[in-house]
């Protein structure tokens, strides 16, 4: 099935730097949301945001919903060790029913 | 602490068994998802239910797949008969009246030998 193409595919940091990552595809969507899974889990929720331009934050976490609405980012600040994780990005489109998932970014933070 | 649960968090079986997979969705939502994931395609959606309804089931294989939800607490994904192909960890997830916010359960990582 379709997927949104996210980058980096993995990210190596030291504990304490910021964290950037995207999701773009070039279809259109009415709605991103970003997830973290940990290994053995399911994903779990993060951020939600449905209308472009957007910018939401969740503690350290930041997204925003691109202007083209074919893109999203997410932020991370003062990175600590446990957010250590896959990050997928999830889109929908107008009139659909299921979320299509990105590729995920591996994200390692070096204490 | 609402939460979907999935039973069992892992199944190994031979080619040819029945496997059945179930989640119970968190209290009062009406939405319920199946995805499969794996290295090569990561998550693919299988089957989407609201209130109960199959709605969308294009992305399973019909000829070894069904999914139902027998009451609003209990959704089943059975696969017979199984193949090695079918390996994978299975994700139920569940959400309020779209599927926008989808709330993912533990999993169930099926492996057939």
């Known amino acids: 099935g379709q997927q949104l193409n996210q980058s980096p595919q993995s990210m190596f940091i030291q504990e304490g730097e910021d964290v950037s990552m995207n999701c773009t595809s070039s279809?259109?969507?009415?709605?991103w949301l970003w997830y973290k899974q940990d290994p053995g889990e399911g994903p779990v929720l993060l951020i939600a945001?449905?209308?472009?331009?957007e910018l939401t934050s969740n503690g350290r976490l930041t997204a925003q919903f691109g202007i083209t609405r074919k893109d999203s980012f997410l932020n991370i600040s003062a990175s600590i060790p446990s957010d250590v994780g896959i990050y997928f990005c999830?889109?929908?489109?107008?009139?659909?029913?299921?979320?299509?998932f990105g590729t995920g970014t591996r994200l390692t933070v070096i204490p | 602490d609402a939460r979907v649960t999935q039973t069992p968090r892992h199944k190994v079986t031979e080619m040819g068994q029945e496997v059945t997979m179930r989640c119970q969705p968190i209290?009062?939502?009406?939405?319920v998802f199946w995805y499969r994931q794996t290295m090569m395609q990561g998550l693919e959606l299988l089957a989407y239910?609201?209130?109960?309804?199959?709605?969308?089931d294009s992305g399973m294989p019909k000829d070894r797949f069904s999914a139902e939800m027998p009451d609003a607490t209990l959704a089943t994904l059975k696969i017979q008969p199984s193949e090695p192909r079918d390996s994978a960890v299975y994700f139920c997830?569940?959400?309020?009246?779209?599927?926008?916010?989808?709330?993912f359960g533990p999993g169930t990582r099926l492996t057939v030998t």
């Open positions: 279809s259109i969507f009415n709605t």
């Open positions: 945001l449905y209308k472009a331009g």
């Open positions: 209290l009062g939502h009406n939405t």
């Open positions: 239910f609201r209130n109960r309804a199959p709605l969308d």
């Open positions: 997830a569940s959400g309020l009246d779209s599927p926008y916010e989808q709330y």
């Open positions: 999830a889109g929908i489109k107008t009139g659909a029913n299921n979320l299509f």
